[in-house]
């Protein structure tokens, strides 16, 4: 295999936007007017719309993968069930879950084993679908055993397709890896530089090999330390894939030990809700909000809330019933907000998934999900979960009117404005918002800045925070509509993301515009609230702003 082309292929795939313009600081909470950055203007909202006013705190549930809940900028905006006694082994508030301080984890063992890697939802059905049908001739099947055998087909091909070709990029990145261990031999040392590596001389073919794959990036603009650094992660990233999440045999439920054929099993897991990779979820956990009165690292965008951390989400994709039980848990000890920044391509069980999110409907909690990042248009490809409903009550909603769907802006204006990875629709992405090298909190008091949709729903979470906390009487339906009607509309050819192809931006989403704090407050001042029932249990706290 060719060294250039292997180097330029890795450079494709792991550094884009690594060495990009850096972003302004904080920009995601600041004023497109005031500041020059097209922000949620958070700043702009508490210094002047919301100086001086009282607010009630609001839990928030991060359904994630885990939260490092004694990070600095978090431990003091950490739900805390009042009604259990840590480690005392014993379920003392009578929920059915023992020791859920700071919430619940539902892809651990009850003998606090933990899921880390696990398969992608694509690589369940096929193996659901190959003990089924494997050997079997297709043309002998009829209605509705041909419909599942021709899912399966469809399954085998996709998943042994993306085995064969994350092989030969696993070679590759090999490759690479070993040119890094090659030059450092050579010149008899581990931290070496473009300077030493440019000054090589040589007649031997393997050395020469490696200097030129390795140049090949250095010359895109990187150092050598971030190739290292990327391709770490690289041969990470290939070894996960290949050896859990596209790999059919893989199980992870004997570590959960609950009973994966009932979608409906609760009270399974354990209260570990950190785990053992929390990066994510403590990332979207500090944009909702990070303390913004310590001096410390950076400022959440809601000013009164609680973070519940709901561990749901692996290394890999999440599962219906794990999804289900999360949303339920959060509704069921007090969140108003649930933040879900996960998704997947396909689902096991909708029906489930369906029915925890017309439990939150019907007890007055958002849900606030991110679009994906998969540059695609939401209105012809799945992504799950979704608002829609599977199946349609007699009279009731097709689809859920509480749930927010959000794509990702870019920080940058003109034809760069939404992120190059976000997906879109027009009917059915809501709304975009800040989701491009976004700064934000890291386990174990570390500060990490993070893009992807992921990012722009927490940012989304937040706003929505401000309103339930600072107007309480507004209903989730309110508080959903009142950020759709405030979103700043962009009237603007945009590239259209994962393409050069321009598009107004008015049309990928439908609002066509971002989420503003600044008018979402003028709004919901002027608006009477409908709520009937308070979500947040005890006494909410009473905060002025000075």
Request: hydrophobic residues 35%; proline residues 3%.
């Amino acid at each position: 295999m060719n060294f250039r082309f292997f180097s330029t292929m890795i450079c494709t795939l792991f550094c884009l936007g690594l060495y990009a313009q850096e972003s302004p600081e904080n920009w995601f909470n600041l004023d497109k007017d005031m500041d020059g950055t097209f922000g949620v203007s958070t700043e702009k909202t508490y210094n002047t719309l919301l100086k001086g006013k009282t607010s009630e705190t609001v839990i928030v549930a991060v359904i994630d993968s885990g939260v490092d809940y004694m990070h600095e900028d978090l431990k003091d905006v950490m739900w805390v069930n009042t009604g259990e006694k840590p480690g005392n082994g014993i379920d003392d508030d009578g929920n059915g879950y023992i020791d859920d301080i700071h919430g619940w984890n539902f892809i651990g063992g009850a003998n606090g084993e933990n899921v880390g890697a696990d398969t992608y939802e694509l690589t369940r059905l096929y193996g659901k679908y190959k003990k089924m049908f494997e050997g079997k001739d297709g043309s002998t099947l009829k209605g509705k055993e041909k419909a599942k055998f021709n899912d399966y087909l469809k399954y085998k091909k996709e998943v042994e397709g993306k085995q064969a070709e994350l092989q030969q990029q696993s070679a590759g990145v090999m490759i690479i890896n070993d040119a890094l261990k090659t030059l450092k031999k050579h010149l008899g040392k581990e931290e070496i530089t473009a300077e030493e590596i440019a000054a090589i001389e040589t007649d031997d073919e393997e050395l020469q090999g490696a200097v030129g794959a390795i140049q090949s990036v250095i010359d895109r603009g990187a150092s050598v330390a971030e190739i290292e650094k990327e391709i770490g992660g690289a041969v990470k990233y290939f070894e996960n894939a290949l050896k859990y999440a596209y790999n059919p045999d893989f199980n992870t439920r004997t570590i959960v030990g609950d009973d994966y054929s009932n979608s409906y099993e609760k009270y399974y897991g354990n209260g570990d809700c950190k785990g053992p990779d929390s990066s994510h979820g403590t990332h979207v956990s500090g944009i909702i909000a990070a303390s913004r009165n310590n001096d410390k690292g950076m400022k959440g965008v809601a000013d009164n809330v609680r973070i519940m951390s709901v561990r749901a989400v692996p290394d890999g994709d999440e599962r219906d019933k794990d999804v289900a039980n999360a949303i339920i848990y959060a509704v069921d000890n007090g969140a108003s907000i649930i933040n879900m920044s996960f998704g997947k391509g396909y689902s096991w069980d909708k029906k489930v998934v369906d029915a925890a999110v017309r439990y939150a409907e019907k007890h007055d909690v958002l849900l606030v999900h991110a679009a994906g990042n998969s540059s695609q248009n939401n209105d012809v490809t799945g992504n799950f979960p979704t608002d829609k409903f599977g199946k349609k009550k007699f009279f009731g909603p097709k689809a859920s009117r509480v749930w927010l769907e959000v794509g990702a802006l870019n920080w940058k204006d003109g034809k760069d404005m939404p992120a190059r990875f976000s997906n879109y629709g027009k009917s059915n992405v809501d709304v975009f918002a800040p989701g491009v090298h976004i700064y934000s909190t890291t386990p174990e008091q570390s500060y990490a800045k993070f893009s992807g949709t992921s990012m722009a729903s927490p940012v989304t979470a937040g706003v929505a925070a401000m309103l339930r906390s600072y107007f309480p009487k507004l209903s989730a339906r309110q508080v959903k509509e009142i950020i759709m009607k405030s979103a700043s509309p962009i009237s603007q050819m945009v590239n259209k993301p994962g393409t050069k192809d321009e598009i107004n931006f008015n049309q990928l989403s439908v609002t066509g515009g971002v989420v503003n704090a600044h008018k979402a407050v003028s709004i919901a001042a002027k608006t009477k609230g409908k709520r009937k029932m308070n979500r947040v249990k005890g006494t909410a706290k009473k905060v002025v702003l000075p």
